[in-house]
């Protein structure tokens, strides 16, 4: 995952902002906890969300204590408590950052990549037998996104489909029972979203290092980032806009209760934020900090 999908701060309120960090916090110590500390390096917004979302789906058990942490011990923090769902999202985290990991070692995307994959042998496979079912999925995943990559497909919506469908997937996995068309829904257009962010975010890496990149394969003539957003900005706004808009309709045929405010911030306010952030931007997107 890679941190796209985010609460808009501007007009998050201040208990949903704390339950937010209260949720990340959890999802990191639970990392740490399961898996080791250096692990905890893979905790991200977007794993954040989902945890967020399937918590609520679930109406499981929501205990938040005020302690420190490994981080910071000084300053006590609102902290989600472990629970048996948060230990399969930290079991998915671990999964999905060793492939992402993986995939950077094989694409060549430099030592970081060597180095994290290293870090992460160990808990990977630890996860890997926890939740085979998860990872099989993700492997499919993999293999499919690889040979869509390869083929060069010049579709922005077949090129996202394989993590999207991941995405979609996740759920009824994590949770261990049927999910529905909602919920899949919401999450096949959170993924869609996440992908193509990172695929935009990365255009300009791509070009110089000759990689796969949708939009490149898609519209071609490629130049710099402003000039390539500028004389396509319509069919990219068309892309992401279709994406959050169908995660809204989705939300909104759900019942939520626990986060519902929250998850309706990141998805009615942060995505379409998101957006416009990416459209503007000259450069890549620094990491996010909420």
Known sequence: MYG???????????SDHVLYRAFYCGLCCQLGKLYGQLPRFTTNYDFAFLSVLLHDVAQADIVIEERGCVLNAVTKKAILQPNPLLERLAAANIILSYQKADDGVIDRDGLKYKAARRVLKKPFEKAKTQCPEIYDAVAAFCKKQRAVEESGVASVDRAADPFASLLRDLPELILGGKTDDNLKGLCYNVGKFVYLADALDDITEDFKRKRYNPFLAAYGGFEDRKSFIAAHRDDLDFCFKSCYM????????????????????????G???KTQELLDSVTKLRSPRI
Not at 248 to 268: A, E, F, P, W
């Open 246 to 269: 169908r995660a809204m309709q989705c939300l909104g045929d759900m019942r939520l209760t626990q986060s519902y405010g929250l998850i309706k911030n990141v998805v009615c306010d």
């Open 4 to 14: 796209y999908i985010v609460p808009q701060r501007s007009v998050l309120g201040a």
């Open 271 to 273: 995505m379409p934020s």
